[in-house]
């Protein structure tokens, strides 16, 4: 039955496997998760993925499958006494008359602090419920150790272009929960746009896909055909997929920094223009290539470390989005020049040696003697000021008589 008042997106949650696309790794037939749950052998699980991917959806189709009872909360506004109800609850239903299982689905997992998380421990040992975490973070950071290693980590990825276009034509063709008894026709470039807008991301797709739908709409039993120009519309999609926190923030600066150490040219500007349109610091893009720029290339071509600061002088002075090509000009100067980490390697053991001999005192030659009494003590003795003498003539030690001959930069 169409129901306006309800989001076309949660009319469409698939209810058991065949309706749901995407995902065929984890949920394809014969797959690991889908085998634990046609087999009722379901341990604690935690689905990681960006939004919109179905891990709330999964979480309910296993609840179906298992005709277990199904209990979600959200980490953003519960805590213990929400969770202390549903155990109590949870212990009642499976003691009880009904027999029944309970699954506890707890959305954004990651928002609950460390005391919240350890309460789950035990009620996941004794087996009091079957816990269903879902989070867009990497779980190895935000949950405890303890329960991460008594849980399977099932990761979602974004969805394929195929996979979303499947799930916005199952949404046209369903009559009762899709919407209504209206002909809808969407254009094969629309569709198609409409998928790659989304992202990967379902919700966004049916949303866009409603919005759509709701702009053009006429009257009951009216025929509604869907252009790019009511996709574009819709969406109105003047922003990028861009987690300015999470992982996916460290993994944009990581494949940047690995395509100019690779010299692609290309790539690097991709990456740079995903983390720049994402709405990312300028200046913090101009601090990572400064860094690039004498670590991976350092005294194979100096000037590289003029043009990072050069850039990093116009995003301070310019801001966004003036200075987006001054970042783009040193990200492609820095990919193009030519590599060495010696400086940084050199550095390394420098380090190393300075922070295992912090007690040898500097060469009394290489001392400064403003007093007077400093130069009677020998301080600055036998210096040899270097513009005076040639050749071999200026040779004389600056290392400490215990790392004499040491060699950190290899040339």
Partial sequence: MFKPSQPLADRMRPRIFAEFFGQEEIVGKGKLLRKLVENDELSSLMFWGPPGVGKTTLAQIIANQTKSHF?????????????????KEAKDRLYGLERQKTI???DEIHRWNKAQQDALLPLVERGDLVLIGATTENPSFEIIGPLLS????????????????????????????GLGNY???IKKDALKLLADLSGGDARTALNGLELSF???????????TISVEDV????????????????????????????MRGSDTNAALYWLARMIEGGCDPLYLARRILRFSAEDIGIADSRALLVASAAYD???????????????????????AKKSNALYIAYGKAAEDAKNTSHLGVPI??????TKFMKNIGYGKDYKYTPDFKGDEAKQDYLPKELKGKKYLEK
């Fill in 314 to 336: 116009a995003c301070h002075k310019l801001g966004f989005p003036e200075c987006n090509v001054h970042l783009a000009e040193a990200v492609v100067y820095c990919a193009l």
């Fill in 104 to 106: 506890l689905f707890i």
């Fill in 232 to 259: 574009k519309e819709a969406l109105q999609k003047t922003h990028l997929i861009f987690d300015k926190r999470g992982e996916e923030f460290y993994n944009l600066i990581s494949a940047l920094h690995k395509s």
């Fill in 365 to 370: 030659h290489l001392r400064n003697a403003p």
């Fill in 71 to 87: 209990v979600v909360l959200s980490a953003v506004d519960s805590g213990k006494e929400e969770l202390r109800k549903v155990v």
């Fill in 183 to 185: 002909k809808v026709e």
């Fill in 214 to 224: 709701k702009s053009k709409l006429q009257k009951v039993g009216g025929k509604v």
């Fill in 150 to 177: 008594r849980s399977r980590v099932f990761i979602l990825r974004h969805l394929e272009e195929k996979d979303v276009i499947k799930i916005v034509e199952q949404a046209l063709k369903d009559k009762e929960r």
